[in-house]
């Protein structure tokens, strides 16, 4: 994603010239630090591998849906940090309020599958199975609620940087073009 | 089941008549009358039974751990009050087709409604426990309200929608408050219980008078009357249901269903036959004042359920006779009535009566048909009226003096009814020589036909009085003594025939002087008038509402948090100062670490308070923060330690985020000066309050918990997990977790609807700027697909 830069001067030889943000536009002037845009780009993906890692440990070592998600949305505040307005939501293509509602559908069936089965309420099936190179895996019916709280908690995460993360600064700069 | 069955399949048709009304209004309405018409000839296909005392039955189970139920009787009273809200449901839904212009939005929301109405009318009448009445009683309360409202377009509707809602709903309120004392010192709920043993004690008295206020509201009795002549905005065949069958029916219907439960109770009988009687004057008076025929009507509706307030509230057996014939009568020729103004309005455009002239001789089958209704309502042989009201004057005649007194009144009522009655048919159908002929459009079979059915069955039943006299007795036999008295056209020449005759002798006299009696009426002073005071009190609510929220919600945060603390301090502080005993084993610190944390929390906290830029006084809290999440690791809480430092992380974040708007350094204002000593104190004696706790608290434990200890041993077990913290979360108090994700979600799209709700407007109006880095119409509420193709390009 290199560009050549159109006029090669002692003005702008010294700008940075790669484009470090997954949407291709970053922060313009004074605001821009490409340590924090390269360091979000490196650690965004990485982050949100530990954030899955958190909501499947959970079960046996500290962690959970909860500390997940947190987790996960922390690396989405790091992206908005590092770009902006333009690079909020440019990997996760749904609205915030859906994310959220999605999150709430998940652990609300979870909570009513096991009636299917003739189980109880939220109750918690155990399945252990033996993977090759991996020994034994232990499926647990209740990571499915766990993942309904993962994913609101990214939703609501998102909706704060919708709300107080780009809105507020979609005011600043009406207020700086005299709309306010 | 079939009793619960029928109203429930009135609900339900209500429910899908809808999707149908959108295709055709017609279709919606006939299919809405079948529901009716099939409950009614299924009860008129067991009224033989029942008539014999052979009651229908059912109980559904509701919530059987606190004992409420639903229970559903047919008595001869059910069965009196099915015919009138069945039969004339159906007919007033066939009406409704050819007065409703075709596929219109009144047409669309009247038919699932009023069938929604009838389903909830038929379920109060049924009712035979007095939580189900409750149920019933609010749901046509809603129904009426939405009735009423429609589209709630002119203000006018609104209001009256409004006033409905706020009259009836407030008694039914109180009501619910007289059925549970009721029930609670009767030990029993059931009504049919209630009437073999009727409850004795101080409370009965009391409940009987709260019981009494929901009946007058709904019924409109003095003074909540004003609510039902306002009513008129609605359409005239929802009108029709309301007066004749329905909802202030629901009053009458509940004294006469409850009269037995109260026999001789002077909290009772005494205010019904008062505000009956002053009701029955009342509405007759102003009825006869009146130009717009649906308000002469309304008036004349009051005047008349005064009337049977007064014949079921004395609890007498000829009464009760007299009441239920009143009631059949007064939802015949009422339904008539109304049907005949609503074809006037329709045909001719106007109900006024000083613009209608010569309509007896354009529609002179309409005016046959207004004929018979008007002649029951004035009481003539041979309706269904003339015998009620027979029975009605014989009721008081024992020869004791109050009931002399009863019975004058009456006939006056009477006279006034009789008067209100000529006033209505001179007004709709006379020829007015000074008023030119009003043109109108004959009226279609399809309006008349349901008009005139109502008007027949009150000359069927007249002069086949043994079934009227069949259903008012076995209705009457709950009241002892029994007197040998029968419903019938003549009883030779008696004294309440004398009284019928005086009442329409007066009534035509009163009628021939009317313009000289509005001149009169208009010269009298007016000191009380029920709708000035309704807004009155209305307006001074609203005021008291204002004053009370400005006072106390003062917007500062400091007030809020302050009244909060010093509730915390008076309330669990004085009851921890009176218990306080100090845990003899208290240590400095457990573990080394704890010390510098600790240190640092109170030094971080400390400086808060001397911080001068917002930026730094946030930070500080966040390392307090932080702290304290270090302490938890210390403890040996590793989830609760990340779970603080994640959302302390993210508090900051979305703190820096708002400062951004915020000026950077705090500005004092001179009078916070001021309030900074209480503030001091106020915060210092919290925070010592809370760590005293804290510490005598954790002190009090002296083994774990053996809810923990329980959790501890089925975690690998029953949930298949090591680590107890999430096991809790995810299996064993799952349904806490569910409702707080809720509660959080709640919150999420709460606040963002608020952050986005002020500059809602403005993005509205603010223009598009092509250029991408500074567009002003965020990408917020755009797909961010979209935005993320012209990133591509």
Redesign the interface.
């Known amino acids: 994603m290199t560009t050549t830069p159109t006029r090669p001067s002692w003005t702008t030889w010294d700008a940075p010239t790669e484009r470090w943000l997954l949407?291709?536009?970053c922060r313009?002037g004074k605001q821009r630090t490409v340590l924090l845009e390269l360091a979000a780009r490196v650690v965004f993906p990485t982050v949100l591998v530990l954030s899955i890692y958190?909501l499947f440990a959970?079960?046996?070592?500290?962690?959970?849906?909860?500390?997940g998600g947190?987790?996960a949305?922390?690396a989405f505040?790091l992206r908005y940090l590092a770009g902006g307005?333009?690079d909020d939501?440019?990997i996760?293509?749904l609205?915030?309020?859906v994310l959220?509602?999605l999150?709430?559908v998940i652990?609300?069936t979870s909570?009513f599958l096991p009636l299917l089965f003739g189980g109880e309420?939220?109750e918690?099936a155990?399945h252990k199975v033996t993977v090759p190179l991996l020994g034994q895996v232990?499926l647990?019916s209740?990571?499915v609620?766990?993942t309904?709280?993962y994913v609101?908690?990214v939703?609501?995460?998102l909706?704060?940087l919708?709300?107080?993360?780009?809105?507020?600064?979609?005011?600043?700069?009406?207020a700086e073009?005299g709309?306010? | 089941m079939p009793l619960l069955a029928f109203v429930v399949v009135h609900l339900l048709v209500a429910l899908a008549l809808p999707f149908l009304a959108r295709r055709s209004t017609r279709a919606a309405f006939f299919t809405a009358a079948v529901p009716p018409a099939a409950a009614l000839l299924w009860v008129l296909a067991h009224a033989g039974p029942v008539l014999s005392g052979q009651t229908v039955s059912e109980t559904v189970e509701w919530a059987p751990l606190i004992g409420l139920e639903l229970a559903f009787r047919l008595d001869a009273l059910a069965l009196l009050m099915t015919i009138l809200v069945s039969g004339l449901g159906a007919v007033v839904l066939v009406y409704s087709d050819a007065y409703f212009s075709r596929g219109g939005g009144d047409a669309r929301r009247s038919a699932p409604l009023l069938l929604a109405f009838a389903g909830a009318m038929l379920g109060l009448v049924l009712a035979d426990d007095l939580i189900t009445v409750y149920v019933f009683w609010e749901l046509t309360t809603v129904c009426s309200f939405l009735l009423v409202g429609q589209a709630g377009v002119s203000r006018e509707s609104r209001r009256s929608a409004l006033q409905a809602l706020m009259i009836t709903s407030m008694g039914g309120l109180v009501m619910l408050l007289g059925f549970v004392v009721l029930g609670e010192s009767a030990g029993t709920y059931r009504i049919s219980e209630l009437i073999e043993h009727p409850p004795t004690g101080g409370t009965t008295g009391l409940a009987a008078v709260l019981i009494l206020v929901g009946a007058f509201t709904k019924s409109a009795q003095v003074p909540f009357h004003n609510w039902l002549p306002a009513a008129m905005v609605a359409p005239t065949p929802i009108s029709a249901y309301l007066h004749a069958a329905s909802m202030v029916k629901a009053g009458v219907f509940l004294v006469a269903r409850l009269a037995p439960v109260f026999p001789n109770l002077p909290e009772w009988w005494l205010p019904t036959i008062v505000f009956g009687l002053v009701t029955m004057l009342v509405g007759g008076w102003r009825a006869l004042h009146e130009h717009d025929l649906k308000k002469l009507l309304a008036y004349g509706t009051v005047s008349q359920l005064g009337f049977l307030m007064v014949l079921f509230g004395a609890g007498t057996h000829t009464g009760a006779m007299a009441g239920a014939a009143m009631l059949l009568a007064h939802g015949m020729f009422k339904a008539t009535l109304f049907l005949v103004v609503g074809i006037v309005d329709h045909q001719a455009g106007t109900r006024d009566i000083r613009e209608l002239s010569g309509l007896g001789r354009s529609m002179p089958w309409l005016a046959g048909v207004a004929v018979l209704g008007v002649a029951s309502m004035a009481g003539l042989p041979p309706m269904l009226g003339f015998i009620g009201k027979e029975a009605a004057f014989s009721a008081f005649l024992t020869g004791a003096r109050p009931d002399l007194l009863v019975d004058a009144v009456l006939v006056l009522g009477s006279m006034l009814t009789v008067a209100y009655s000529l006033r209505m048919l001179w007004g709709a159908f006379a020829d007015k020589p000074e008023l030119p002929q009003t043109t109108v459009k004959p009226a279609t079979a399809g309006a008349l036909v349901p008009t005139a059915l109502p008007a027949l069955a009150g000359v069927v039943l007249g002069v086949g009085y043994p079934v009227a006299d069949v259903l008012a007795s076995s209705y009457a036999e709950f009241f002892t003594p029994v007197v040998p008295y029968h419903l019938a056209l003549w009883h030779g020449f008696t004294l309440p025939l004398l009284l019928s005759a005086v009442a329409v002798a007066g009534g035509v006299a009163l009628h021939l002087g009317r313009v000289r009696l509005t001149a009169a009426r208009d010269r009298l002073p007016r000191p009380l008038d029920a709708q000035r005071g309704y807004e009155l009190i209305m307006a001074q609510l609203e005021r008291v509402a204002v004053g009370v929220t400005g006072r106390l919600q003062v917007g500062s945060l400091p007030t809020y948090l302050g009244i909060i603390l010093l509730t915390l301090l008076v309330v669990p502080g004085s009851a921890l100062l009176l218990r306080l005993t100090v845990p003899d084993d208290l240590r400095g610190y457990d573990n080394l670490l704890q010390v510098p944390l600790a240190i640092v929390v109170v030094v971080a906290a400390a400086a808060v308070l001397r911080a001068r830029r917002r930026l730094t006084a946030v930070l500080l809290v966040g390392l307090v923060g932080y702290g304290i999440g270090g302490l938890f690791i210390v403890d040996g809480a590793p989830d609760l330690a990340l779970a603080q430092f994640l959302v302390e992380t993210l508090t900051l974040v979305a703190f820096v985020f708002v400062l951004r708007r915020l000026p950077a350094r705090f500005t004092q204002s001179g009078t916070a000066k001021v309030w900074q000593a209480p503030k001091a104190v106020i915060a210092g004696a919290a925070g010592i309050l809370v760590a005293v706790a804290a510490v005598i608290f954790s002190g009090a434990r002296q083994n774990p918990p053996e809810s923990s200890a329980a959790f501890i041993a089925n975690a690998e077990q029953g949930a298949g997990a090591t680590n107890v913290v999430n096991a809790i979360i995810v299996d064993f108090r799952a349904f806490d977790t569910v409702g707080e994700i809720s509660v959080l979600a709640i919150a999420a799209t709460g606040m963002a609807s608020l952050i986005l709700a002020s500059r809602h407007e403005r993005r509205k109006r603010s223009t598009r700027v092509p250029s991408i880095t500074v567009k002003t119409t965020t990408g917020l509420v755009e797909q961010p697909v979209k935005q993320h193709e012209e990133v591509r390009e």
Do not use: C, N, Y
Not at chain 1, 58 to 65: M, N, S, T
Not at chain 1, 163 to 174: C, F, M, N, R, Y
């Open positions: 949407s291709g536009f313009d958190l959970g079960h046996d070592r500290a962690g959970g849906g909860f500390s947190l987790v949305g922390q505040v307005r333009m939501s440019s996760v293509s609205r915030p309020p959220i509602g999150g709430l652990a609300t909570a309420l939220l918690t155990i232990k647990v209740s990571i609620l766990d309904g709280v609101l908690i939703g609501v995460v909706d704060l919708r709300t107080l993360g780009s809105g507020i600064e979609a005011d600043v700069q009406a073009r709309q306010a």
